[in-house]
């Protein structure tokens, strides 16, 4: 599935042309750059792998250094591998940008959403609480309740759903029509929201 990487700027309004408010995200897609291309001959796929965000070379190992170098590219922060269809009309260097989209297109979106640190069981499966403040119980009411008899199985069941750490998952979320499609800037503004914070690379596929 062909696609591209983007950084999540934000969330804003568009407003269609019968006036009605739309909420968007906006994305800076690219520019990217190809770093490598995979063929059938060669690797046994065919898939462009595309390069995000340059970076400092003291930030990478030398082997990673010696790759950039060697297809004449600087150092990026992000690579990722995309299953083009064909790769006939690519080569290394070649630039893609918000170009590559069109509006009205429909995209899959992945990124990882916000990390929430270790939660509770009613913030991070919406439990009801146990019980309420009467019969002097002051210190039970956000907690599970029963999570297991003690005779038999007397064992916690794997997939229990108890208080853990929340978020920071890898999120993907379908159908996400492009609304406005700006080369100039290399922004698409895509409609809802997407997983993650703002400034976090997201990976934007074509349906």
């Known amino acids: 599935?062909?696609?591209?990487?983007?950084k999540?700027?934000?969330m804003t309004n568009i407003y269609d042309a019968n006036g009605q408010r739309v909420v968007a995200t906006a994305i800076q897609v690219g520019p990217c750059k190809v770093t490598a291309v995979k063929t059938i001959e060669k690797n046994g796929y065919e898939a462009l792998q595309i390069g995000f965000q340059e970076?400092?070379?003291?930030?990478?190992?030398?082997?990673e250094i010696g790759f950039f170098k060697k297809n004449n590219l600087p150092c990026f922060a992000v690579l990722k591998?995309?299953?083009?269809?064909?790769?006939?009309?690519?080569?290394?260097?070649?630039?893609?940008s918000a170009a590559f989209f069109t509006e009205g297109e429909m995209l899959k979106v992945r990124g990882i959403s916000k990390g929430k640190g270790f939660q509770g069981v009613?913030?991070?499966?919406?439990f009801g609480g146990v019980g309420g403040t009467t019969?002097?119980?002051?210190?039970?009411?956000?907690a599970p309740g029963s999570i297991g008899a003690s005779s038999y199985p007397s064992r916690v069941f794997k997939g229990?759903?108890?208080?853990?750490?929340?978020?920071?998952?890898s999120t993907t979320v379908h159908n996400l029509k492009v609304l406005k499609v700006n080369p100039e800037k290399n922004v698409i503004f895509i409609?809802?929201?997407?997983?993650?914070?703002?400034?976090?690379?997201?990976?934007?596929?074509?349906k």
């Open 81 to 96: 591998e995309f299953a083009f269809p064909s790769v006939e009309n690519y080569k290394v260097g070649d630039d893609l």
């Open 1 to 6: 599935m062909s696609g591209l990487l983007g």
């Open 55 to 63: 970076k400092k070379e003291k930030y990478f190992s030398k082997p």
């Open 122 to 126: 009613m913030k991070r499966h919406g």
């Open 135 to 142: 019969h002097g119980q002051s210190d039970r009411l956000r």
């Open 191 to 206: 409609m809802g929201c997407i997983p993650g914070a703002i400034n976090s690379i997201v990976e934007l596929y074509k």
């Open 8 to 10: 999540k700027l934000g």
């Open 160 to 169: 229990m759903k108890m208080a853990g750490r929340m978020g920071n998952d």
